[in-house]
Nanobody, 120 residues
């Protein structure tokens, strides 16, 4: 049974950093792309990064590309999202999801989310 568990969220001051983790079980990362999404209160869900299961290539929107870095550790079956220079507008619940590729429109599974709050 596929399971994704996010962790690493918290309260950080503007300019700070966080590293989110997405631990996968029930499947191996080699077979799936993993995407990170976020959803702020009252706003639509937004994809912030994706990493391919095939070759490790990554896709990120320009709005976060310089500040956010996605990576994976196949030995730990875990995907990370390193977020630097955080801003109040990064406040959201962050989710990871598994999909067949970074360009697929259907998702095989979702995590429960981890709250990220950027505030002084």
């Amino acid at each position: 049974q596929m399971q994704l568990v996010e962790s690493g969220g918290g309260l950080v001051q503007p300019g700070g950093s966080l590293r989110l983790s997405c631990a996968a079980s029930g499947f191996t990362l080699d077979n799936y792309a993993i995407a990170w999404f976020r959803q702020a209160s009252g706003k639509e869900r937004e994809e912030v990064s994706c990493i391919s299961g095939v070759d490790g290539s990554t896709v990120s929107p320009d709005s976060v590309k310089v500040r956010f870095t996605i990576s994976r550790d196949n030995a730990k079956n875990t995907v990370y999202l390193q977020m630097n220079n955080l801003k109040p507008e990064d406040t959201a619940v962050y989710y990871c999801a598994a999909q067949s590729s970074c360009f697929a429109t259907e998702y095989a599974g979702w995590g429960q989310g981890t709250q990220v709050t950027i505030s002084s």
